[in-house]
């Protein structure tokens, strides 16, 4: 098994530029996240999904929109990109129940925005 | 006021001594609560979850301790592998969300 895979790992933008991030999983999770880690901060949501074809705004979404189409997909889109989004970007899936509350992360997406 | 909050450090430490580090949370209805590790430039793993009566997983104990709200991560006999960032996770149980603290560094030292 894979687990959480990510691409690209690494993505250098100009301003307003657009670009997708995919996030894969390979363990049949129910949820799935998008995180952003900046320094000297903890990891915040941006947007998360409990089930193909739903999605829900997490902590700090603006800027940013996602796409279930899939199971094991989760991808993250970002229209028209900005300087205060680069960051480091880290998808999660977990299982549904009571108990299951160990996410798993992938290798992280490093974007930077010029 | 962060949500969770840690002492960054970094602790500096050497190879063999008993470490410890706590982390606070603000929200007195906070559920559950994990440690996570991470080293340099990669993901976050869990490292293990904190039980309301304590508990230990090798050489790791997590504590917690509701009436103060904060909950704590002791390592003993520790290894130069140990030396890592450690991510204090707070889960308010009325949605799916955790909540992270910004990290403690620590190094272990041969």
Known sequence: NAGVTQTPKFRVLKTGQSMTLLCAQDMNHEYMYWYRQDPGMGLRLIHYSVGEGTTAKGEVPDGYNVSRLKKQNFLLGLESAAPSQTSVYFCASSYIGVGTDTQYFGPGTRLTVL | ?110
Do not use: H
Request: positive net charge; aromatic residues 12%.
């Open chain 2, 1 to 110: 006021r962060k949500e969770v909050e840690q002492d960054p450090g970094p602790f500096n430490v050497p190879e063999g001594a008993t470490v410890a580090f706590n982390c606070t949370y603000s929200n007195s209805a906070s559920q559950s609560f994990f440690w996570y590790r991470q080293d340099c430039r990669k993901e976050p793993k869990l490292l293990m979850s904190v039980y309301s009566s304590g508990n230990e997983d090798g050489r790791f104990t997590a504590q917690l301790n509701r009436a103060s709200q904060y909950i704590s991560l002791l390592i003993r006999d520790s290894k130069l592998s140990d030396s890592a960032t450690y991510l204090c996770v707070v889960k308010r149980d009325s949605n799916y969300q955790l909540i992270w603290g910004a990290g403690t560094k620590l190094i272990i030292k041969p």
